[in-house]
């Protein structure tokens, strides 16, 4: 068994989310909210509107005009847009790294978690559902528990891929089972360190559907679909890929037939290559 006070110890050494991040999403999530107030939060802050207006400006944008305030980047973006880009960019530090253990390179999940993200959003405006902005946020973080767990999983990759091959172990499940903890968890814990809501703790820590109930959620489950989106394109990005279980009930609700998971995949690669130019560009 894996040393869980070390793993738990190690939530301490990731950097912490900035106090601004809680008001955006507050407000975004607020239907009483003013824009105002929300431009407010976001302009207090000097680092995050620099580096919105960066990014606004950038080449990949290809905006007609120079913008000179996030007044003006919401008039021309739209909230949505832009309340996204302060959230990508305030929350990509920690995922940002290379994790050996799940065979993911510098960048790869970072990228990975923008475009599943993208997804999400995608789905659950489909949906009609609420509170896009912790969605979203969820499907960014759902992996966070990654960022430590990884050279656990690098110690003992050998052991949980033969579960998963001769036990019919989902990766989680025999994460669970050799580390006494797998990354859905963790991300639970440390999103709750983080302060996080506790739908978006509870979003976080069951984006994988092993708890029966979290399949009635329908913001879970956009996350969930998002990302065996991702696996089934990235069929060779990361050691994980496709060991994870198919809830046919759960796509069944969401995608009427193939041709709606299919055009779902061509939106995570359409994602996946605006992602990339992004992050090429600034």
């Known amino acids: ?20 991040i809680h008001k955006v999403l507050a407000l975004a999530g607020d239907p009483d909210a003013s824009l105002r107030d929300l431009m407010t939060v976001v302009e ?3 680092a995050i509107t620099a580096n919105l207006l960066k990014t606004v400006n950038s080449a990949h944008m290809g905006l007609p005009v120079k913008v000179d305030s996030v007044h003006q980047a919401v008039s021309m973006l ?27 390179a510098k960048g790869d999940l970072w990228r990975q978690s ?10 659950a405006k489909q949906r009609d559902l609420m509170s896009l902005p912790a969605i979203y946020t969820a499907a960014l973080l ?11 999983v690098a110690d003992q990759l050998e ?13 989680v499940e025999a994460e669970n089972e050799v580390l006494g903890m797998d990354h859905a968890a963790l991300g639970g814990i440390i999103a709750k360190q983080w302060q996080f ?39 060779g990005l990361g050691v994980d890929r496709l060991a994870y279980h198919v809830y046919q009930d759960v796509f069944n609700d ?17 994602f996946q290559r605006e992602v990339n130019e992004f992050m090429d560009s600034v």
């Open 159 to 171: 052991t949980i891929q033969q579960m998963v091959s001769d036990r019919g172990m989902s990766f």
């Open 142 to 152: 759902k992996d966070i528990g990654k960022v430590i767990l990884h050279e656990y």
């Open 197 to 235: 809501s506790p739908h978006m703790i509870y979003m976080i820590e069951n984006h994988h559907l092993a708890n029966v109930a979290s399949r009635n959620d329908p913001a879970t489950a956009a996350i969930y679909l998002a990302d065996m989106v991702a696996m089934m394109v990235d069929t």
């Open 44 to 46: 207090r802050d000097p």
């Open 254 to 270: 969401f995608f009427a037939d193939k041709t709606a998971v299919r055009e779902m995949m061509l939106c995570y690669k359409t």
């Open 114 to 123: 923008l475009a599943v993200a993208m997804v999400a959003r995608t789905l």
């Open 1 to 20: 068994m894996t040393d869980l006070p070390g793993i738990l110890k190690k939530v301490n050494n990731l950097e912490p989310i900035p106090t601004v």
């Open 78 to 104: 739209g909230q949505q847009q832009v309340v996204e880009m302060v959230l990508s960019q305030n929350l990509s530090t920690n995922l940002n790294h290379s994790q050996e253990g799940y065979g993911l």
